[in-house]
């Protein structure tokens, strides 16, 4: 074949942009894909149906802890130490609760110093509770035989703390 006859390539033919099949397309998988996931979310929270949490008061589960170890009647068993880790473990997490102190956590000593910087308690109230908690730790610690009158003054003691610490609710002023 003479190279006379040989033609060169053609240039490349511009075709109108036409994209309206591709975005058409992309459009309906977006829109199942969207009504899927919606669908799949929906599912899943109402499987996921979470209860109400329901707060109740400090004061309300120390009462109820206090009657529980009343119950036990430990000190009548011999239990005298046990007693006393669980009535301090009761008035501290109750403090914790109640005024967000992080008593559990401290020893006596750092809470006692705390105690004495807390404007809610009264100086009486602080001091029944630093003469509970060094008893307490005399039983716990020291290995203090208590006699059945220190025991019935620790739970009064404890009682009274958590009853004179309920926060008082105003009555609400008659309006005219």
Do not use: C
């Not at 403090?95 to 008593?103: G, I, N, P, T, Y």
């Not at 020893?107 to 109230?125: H, I, N, P, S």
């Amino acid at each position: 074949m003479p190279l006379e006859e040989l033609k060169d390539v053609r240039p490349p033919v511009d075709l109108p942009a036409n994209y309206f099949w591709l975005f058409a397309v992309l459009g309906v998988i977006l829109a199942l894909g969207g009504i899927f996931f919606v669908r799949w979310l929906r599912e899943r929270l109402a499987k996921q149906k979470i209860a109400p949490v329901i707060i109740r008061p400090a004061w309300e589960i120390a009462n109820e802890e206090l009657a529980a170890l009343e119950k036990e009647n430990l000190p009548a068993a011999g239990k005298i130490e046990e007693y006393f880790v669980r009535l301090s473990a009761i008035i501290r997490h109750y403090l914790e609760r109640r005024f967000s102190v992080s008593a559990p956590e401290m020893t006596t000593d750092e809470f006692l110093v705390y105690v004495k910087t807390m404007a809610v308690l009264e100086l009486q109230q602080k001091d029944s509770l630093r003469e509970f908690l060094t008893l307490s730790d005399m039983v716990k610690f020291a290995r203090y035989s208590s006699n059945n009158k220190e025991m019935d003054n620790a739970l009064i003691v404890a009682k009274r703390l958590i009853t004179e610490t309920i926060p008082k609710v105003e009555p609400a002023e008659a309006k005219v």
